[in-house]
Nanobody, 115 residues
């Protein structure tokens, strides 16, 4: 069974921080590259960051230096620490494998950056 459960979103002021968590089923997490994606209203879903099973990471340019992805392989959980948040980070955030399982998206977690 493929399951993804995201949490940790909320309303934060510009410049603030949030830490997102994603609990994944072992079938999707174990041995796979995992990623965080986001989708703002009226836009496509884009990948924000990814992390390999060994901990190698990559980020889209707009979040480099401010976002940090990590994973706990024992807990099948991936995290996204987001610092210095800007209003353009407002979106629903999802996690999934990279490339994603197409029919296995979770509900996501809403992040709103606003004063």
């Amino acid at each position: 069974q493929v399951q993804l459960v995201e949490s940790g979103g909320g309303l934060v002021q510009p410049g603030g921080s949030l830490r997102l968590s994603c609990a994944a089923s072992r079938s999707i997490f174990s041995g796979n590259v995992m990623g965080w994606y986001r989708q703002a209203p009226g836009t496509q879903r884009d990948r924000v960051a990814l992390i390999s099973p060994g901990g190698n990471t990559d980020y889209r340019d707009s979040v480099k230096g401010r976002f940090t992805i990590s994973r706990d392989n024992a807990k099948n959980t991936v995290y996204l620490q987001m610092n210095s948040l800007k209003p353009d980070a407002t979106a629903v955030y999802f996690c999934n494998r990279v490339p994603p399982f197409p029919n296995s998206w979770g509900q996501g977690t809403q992040v709103t950056v606003s004063s």
